[in-house]
């Protein structure tokens, strides 16, 4: 519980906001969105880096019978705006922050492996604009 608090914290201000439960929504959204457009094995992958609690969340919903869902750039970001009640124009600097701060807290290497396995448009709108903060 505790780095999923500090997670929700550092990620609360990467956005700018102090709203945790507007970071939880984004990370989950994110989580989901990308989740769904991997094969089973890399999702299992890829879940098992995630703290216990954000497992849980990045597991809810899932049905491996129905996944890879391909999505082009404008399904993914109509989905994920929907599914995250966002703004359609807010989408790319939300994915892009969530990217840059996974690759902090995980590895730069392991997300980018997850983000390889999407299409070029998708993987695009994901990559963090600036330095992922890794040394």
């Given amino acids: 519980m505790q780095t999923t608090s500090r997670w929700l914290a550092v990620l609360a201000d990467m956005i700018g906001t102090e709203n945790r439960d507007f970071a939880q929504r984004v990370l989950r959204t994110w989580l989901h969105t990308v989740r769904d457009g991997l094969t089973v094995d890399t999702t299992a992958h890829f879940a098992a880096q995630l703290p216990d609690l954000l497992r849980g ?7 491996p019978g ?21 703004a359609l124009s807010d989408v790319p600097q939300l994915a892009s922050t969530v990217t840059r701060f996974l690759c ?9 492996h ?15 604009a600036g330095p992922t903060g890794k040394g």
Wanted: proline fraction near 8%.
């Fill in 66 to 86: 129905k996944v890879p869902i391909r999505r082009n750039r404008q399904e993914f970001i109509e989905h994920f705006a929907r599914s995250g009640r966002i």
């Fill in 114 to 128: 997850v983000l390889d396995r999407l299409p070029q448009d998708v993987r695009t709108l994901l990559l963090p």
């Fill in 104 to 112: 902090r807290e995980l590895s730069e290497p392991s997300v980018m």
């Fill in 57 to 63: 969340v990045y597991y809810n919903g899932w049905d």
